[in-house]
């Protein structure tokens, strides 16, 4: 059975930052892309950063130069380090990992940016 198990999600003032982490067990993880989506309150899910096996990364342009996404194969995990945080960064993050048969989610872990 595969598991996404996001953590590190809070509540954090405008300029904080946070870390967050996904751990994947079920599934091999090396060879697979992984990446970081967000759904804000109202809104549809959408990208915020991914990684490749080979550590290719891809961001979206509100989160360029503030976050930064990297993976740890021997630990099964992805993680998501976000500076200089906005209050439009609010919402629930959730992680995802692509196989060529399906994409597997996580439960989501909720960032609050609010002063």
């Known amino acids: 059975q595969v598991q996404l198990v996001e953590s590190g999600g809070g509540l954090v003032q405008p300029g904080g930052s946070l870390r967050l982490s996904c751990a994947a067990s079920?599934?091999?993880?090396?060879?697979?892309?992984v990446g970081w989506y967000r759904q804000a309150p109202g809104k549809q899910r959408t990208l915020v950063a991914t990684?490749?096996?080979?550590?290719?990364?891809n961001y979206a342009d509100s989160v360029k130069g503030r976050f930064t996404i990297s993976r740890e194969n021997a630990k099964n995990a992805v993680y998501l380090q976000m500076n200089s945080l906005k209050p439009e960064d609010t919402g629930v993050y959730y992680c995802?990992?692509?196989?060529?048969?399906?994409?597997?989610w996580g439960q989501g872990t909720q960032v609050t940016v609010s002063s």
């Open positions: 079920g599934v091999l993880f090396s060879d697979s892309t």
């Open positions: 995802r990992l692509d196989k060529p048969w399906r994409v597997y």
């Open positions: 990684i490749t096996s080979g550590g290719n990364t």
